[in-house]
T-cell receptor, first 121, second 114 residues
Framework: AQKVTQAQTEISVVEKEDVTLDCVYE???????LFWYKQPPSGELVFLIRRNSFDEQNEISGRYSWNFQKSTSSFNFTITASQVVDSAVYFCALSSARQDKYTSGTYKYIFGTGTRLKVLA | ETGVTQTPRHLVMGMTNKKSLKCEQH?????MYWYKQSAKKPLELMFVYNFKEQTENNSVPSRFSPECPNSSHLFLHLHTLQPEDSALYLC?????????????FGPGTRLTVL
């Protein structure tokens, strides 16, 4: 079975602190994708990153960075020098291909329960 | 208009009402999705449409009825809902439903059932 665990329900930090959001996943598939989304109070899930299972290189985008480690089945997200605007719920998601008549793979999109990040001024 | 839009943004309805949620995507995608987000629960996938055909119904009660007239529009018709159906309903789209394309989400409709 596939599963995504975000053990941190809520994190509070003071502005300018670094913060890491944890994501641990389970899958038996060898080909899969991992995602991070941000959900601000407005409600819309904003796509942040997609990483495939064959690419373990860490990625940095501005103040955001992601650490993918297959050995520990983790895909952690770090915000450097946090800002109040980073306050949101962050979701990690796992997807692998699904068999339907349009593709030859199999697909399932699983979200974690989310981590609420509060950045205090 | 860009991305994925949803209307209305807020909806209050009684248990005997009939209402519809609308989603429109301007990304040229072929797959569309309905999700339910309740407090303290993971996002629940409700329906998947790929090239206008429903490819997944995740054991959703029949009081929720989806409709996908074309690849850009998706509706969720609601009737005789229960208070526990109160939630944020999110629409998403992706290039295709097969494979692992990134899903892009709309702002959601906050539904309250009295």
């Amino acid at each position: 079975a596939q599963k995504v665990t975000q053990a941190q329900t809520e994190i509070s930090v003071v502005e300018k602190e670094d913060v890491t959001l944890d994501c641990v996943y389970e899958t038996r598939d060898t080909t899969y994708y991992l995602f991070w989304y941000k959900q601000p109070p407005s409600g819309e899930l904003v796509f942040l990153i997609r990483r495939n299972s064959f690419d373990e290189q860490n990625e940095i985008s501005g103040r955001y960075s992601w650490n993918f480690q297959k050995s520990t089945s983790s895909f952690n997200f770090t915000i450097t020098a946090s800002q109040v605007v980073d306050s949101a719920v962050y979701f990690c998601a796992l997807s692998s291909a699904r068999q339907d008549k349009y593709t030859s793979g199999t697909y399932k999109y699983i979200f974690g329960t989310g981590t609420r990040l509060k950045v205090l001024a | 208009e860009t991305g994925v839009t949803q209307t209305p943004r807020h909806l209050v309805m009684g248990m005997t009402n009939k209402k519809s949620l609308k989603c429109e995507q301007h990304l040229g995608h072929n797959a569309m999705y309905w999700y339910k987000q309740s407090a303290k629960k993971p996002l629940e996938l409700m329906f998947v449409y790929n090239f206008k055909e429903q490819t997944e119904n995740n054991s959703v009660p029949s009081r929720f009825s989806p409709e996908c007239p074309n690849s850009s529009h998706l509706f969720l018709h609601l009737h005789t809902l229960q208070p526990e159906d109160s939630a944020l309903y999110l629409c998403a789209s992706s290039q295709a439903a097969g494979g692992t394309d990134t899903q892009y989400f709309g702002p959601g409709t906050r539904l309250t059932v009295l």
